[in-house]
């Protein structure tokens, strides 16, 4: 058995609320529960002066650093701290790049299996970022493939790279990562999240369905995340628009829940297509309240241009509180979730607008409509099992 676990993260959610962070620290906590030792060297934290325990989960943040955010003081520092560890850690894991810079001094405790935890590719990015035509994030295209070019140098450093979702496989079995990234050193664990975080809670349905001032007769759409440019939410408001002009305004009231740079075009978008009466902002939310909200909706909707890491955190979440998902063509899930999930082309309104009226208002009670191979648990052990099997090729007990 794993006896520690060292993570090697730039973010977590005591940085900021991203669905990337979510998970990873979901995950850490999760593998606390059976490791005797987890460890998660970050950036600085604000609000915090040194290390601190949380959820079970050491926390190192280094002093210097910018806060969730890769630095040279980051590399260096967390090049530093592995260099003063004077017993080895079981396995360590980097979360996307986090650990690049200690994985190139891995001679000093030449035992210890490094894992890297791929959330997508420089080229994902890249082509995510062409495909959107969007100037601004046109302009950080170069900076993408500056960091192509370190991924390529970094990857065989890693004795497994997890990929979290299908696409991510199958990317980084394409050129030009191929060069670089043997296909057996490749591993498809999914991301998962705990069921009972995510049950439906009656009560919050009722009381925030009062609040909105919506009864059980209204379907309620909840788009969870980040309001950023490649959440592509303007699609949802068109949807609401193609509603609102075939007579069903009174029908459907839209929840936008999370904050971002996006949020100041989005709100301008609502007033012009005079959607103030179908579109409520909520706003950032803490992760353990996003429960409430998916609870008081009938359905989830996400519309994102950007598809690199399988199902996101948000239609994950919306599962296990039973919701049916309408989603970006080209998101899929295992062959059980079928009838839960609903891919439709989200740059057409009228489709997006044809699969929401399909949708029926529950007051009922709901159960999760997660598989098994997408809760936490069955992701922890997954790794857990890919830690044991690397200890063992390495002749550590």
């Known amino acids: 058995m794993t006896g520690s676990v060292l993570v090697f993260s730039r973010a977590t959610p005591h940085h ?109 990015e890249i082509a995510s970022k062409l495909r959107s035509g969007r100037p601004r994030l046109l302009a950080t295209a170069p900076k993408n493939a500056g960091w192509l070019l370190r991924d390529l140098a970094r990857y065989r450093d890693f004795d497994r790279i997890v990929a979290v979702g299908g696409r991510v496989v199958t990317s980084l079995g394409a050129w030009p990562q191929c060069w670089s990234v043997p296909a057996d050193r490749v591993r498809h664990i999914p991301n998962g999240v705990r069921p009972a975080d995510q ?8 009381e925030l369905r009062a609040a909105w001032g919506v009864d059980e007769r209204t379907t309620v759409v909840g788009c969870v995340g980040r309001l950023h440019a490649q959440k592509r939410l303007d699609r949802v408001l068109r949807a609401a628009a193609v509603l609102r002009d075939r007579g069903h305004g009174d029908r459907f009231r839209f929840l936008l829940v999370g904050g971002g740079p996006d949020e100041g075009r989005l709100r301008h978008l609502v007033r012009d297509l005079r959607l103030a009466d179908l579109v409520t902002f909520v706003g950032q939310v803490r992760p353990d309240e996003v429960g409430r909200y998916y609870a008081g909706a009938d359905a989830a909707l996400l519309t994102t241009a950007h598809l690199e890491v399988g199902l996101p955190l948000a239609i994950l979440e919306a599962l296990a509180s039973g919701l049916p998902c309408v989603v970006s063509r080209g998101i899929a899930g295992p062959a059980g979730l079928d009838a839960a999930l609903r891919p439709v082309d989200t740059d057409d309104p009228d489709a997006v607008a044809d699969a929401l009226q399909h949708v029926t208002p529950t007051a009922g009670t709901r159960s999760s409509l997660l598989p098994d191979e997408l809760t936490l648990a069955h992701c922890a052990r997954s790794y857990l099992a890919l830690f044991d099997d690397l200890r063992g090729r390495y002749g550590t007990p």
Request: glycine share 10%; no cysteine.
């Open 16 to 124: 900021h609320i991203g669905g990337m962070e979510i998970l990873s620290w979901s995950l850490a906590t999760e593998l606390a529960r059976h490791v005797p030792q987890v460890r998660v060297v970050t950036t600085a934290v604000p609000g915090r002066d040194g290390p601190f325990t949380a959820d079970g989960v050491e926390v190192v943040p280094l002093a210097g650093t910018r806060p969730g955010r890769y630095s040279t003081a980051w590399w260096r520092g967390s090049r530093d701290y592995w260099a003063t560890l004077a017993e080895p850690p079981g396995v360590v894991l980097s979360v996307s790049a986090g650990a690049y810079a200690v994985a190139r001094e891995r001679k000093r405790h030449p035992g210890t299996p490094f894992v890297l935890q791929a959330h997508g590719t420089s080229t994902m």
């Open 199 to 206: 049950a439906a809670d009656r009560e919050a349905r009722r």
